[in-house]
């Protein structure tokens, strides 16, 4: 069973390294910068008996994450973590600027050389939760929540994957491209085809639907209808084919195309962008298939998306069914920082910085692996 299992049934209260699965090199400190690692010398051999309270906090509002995996960092690093006092929120909580989100106390020599890996850990999944939280609440603008599907892989390092993609658990999308994004969280990825497949068959969608259908049966069938630029009129000949075994078509129309729609229909332009993936071309997608019977086919639309194109596109009634969203998810805008503001008990912190007691902080126990 992975750890989420048990974490959501109450068994364990945090992930351990035994879903991290951390690089050892850590513990000698080969990612961290040099002057925490001379720091931590000079502490070990002139101030051996002090003690250190550093707090960690960012500036904006936000959904935390990396919690689980910065405490999971100092159990199997720290020197001696069990005597370690840990204080923190947890991942998924909303936070506000500058509020304490984790504090850790003993010995600076202990667990300080881990600081800016700290820093990094919340800053990376704290930002990419967040963006998805921010997503996934655009995608309910209209009244009714349309699913997100985050479909960062091409959009960063493969090593990133499954903690992005934990993070895009805890801001709230279900659903991801990967196996790796979901291997945190316990599900496996999804989707159908993409334009490599179609270009094999030539161009010929329903072929390419029809190899999809007969080797996946079991699985939707949704159907990729932009490798044309005629997204009509692929949808339409793909709904006539497989009629209730479509379930959805997906538009992914590059920003530099006009579809071969408005071409045919001269009338309705001039009073929009028509490149891309636009509302117009879905509003006539959606009744092209409705007017020929299909109004059970769903529409996913992906490419470019943001927060505010998602927005923008409820608001005004889009009838897309679900969203796919990469590049802007991953976008690192929330930074951490680590302070020590206690020393020996008492306030010590640099000038304009100082101990902020978070009364929503819980005490973490040591969990020996």
Known sequence: MKEISQKLEGKINRLTNK???????????????????????IAENKLPDNSVTMQFFQ??????????????????????????????????????????????????????FLEGIIDGILARR??????????????????????????????????????????AFIGGSTAQATHAMNEWWGKAGMGTMPHAMIQMFRGDLVAASRAYHEMYPDDDLVALVDYNNDVITDSLKVAHEFGRDLKGVRLDTSRTLVDKYFLRNH??????????????????????????????????????????????????????????????????????????????????AKEGRRYRPNPRLEKVDFLKL
């Open 126 to 167: 704290t930002s990419v939760a967040t963006n998805v939280y921010n997503v996934v609440k655009a995608g309910r603008t209209s009244g009714k929540q349309k699913p997100v599907i985050f479909m960062g892989d091409r959009d960063d390092h493969y090593t990133q994957q499954a903690g992005d993609g934990y993070a």
């Open 19 to 41: 879903t991290f699965k951390f690089d050892e090199r850590i513990r000698e400190g080969w990612f961290s910068a040099v002057y925490f690692l001379k720091t931590k010398e």
């Open 59 to 112: 500036k904006e509002s936000a959904v935390l994450c990396g919690t689980d995996e910065a405490i999971a960092l100092l159990h199997t690093f720290a020197k001696n973590p069990e005597t370690l006092e840990i204080h923190s929120l947890k991942d998924g909580d909303k936070i506000s600027p500058f509020e304490s989100v984790l504090t850790v106390t003993g010995a600076y020599q202990q667990f300080g």
């Open 267 to 348: 009338h309705v332009m001039g009073t929009f962008d028509p490149r891309g993936v636009n509302p117009e071309l879905i509003f006539a997608l959606r009744k092209a298939l409705d007017d020929e019977g299909f109004d059970y086919v769903k529409i996913m639309v992906s490419g470019g998306f943001t927060e505010e194109r998602i927005t923008s596109f409820e608001k005004i009634g889009v009838p897309v069914d679900m969203y796919g969203v990469g590049g802007s998810l991953l976008k690192i805008n929330i930074g951490f920082t680590g302070d020590n503001v206690l020393l020996n008990g008492t306030p010590e």
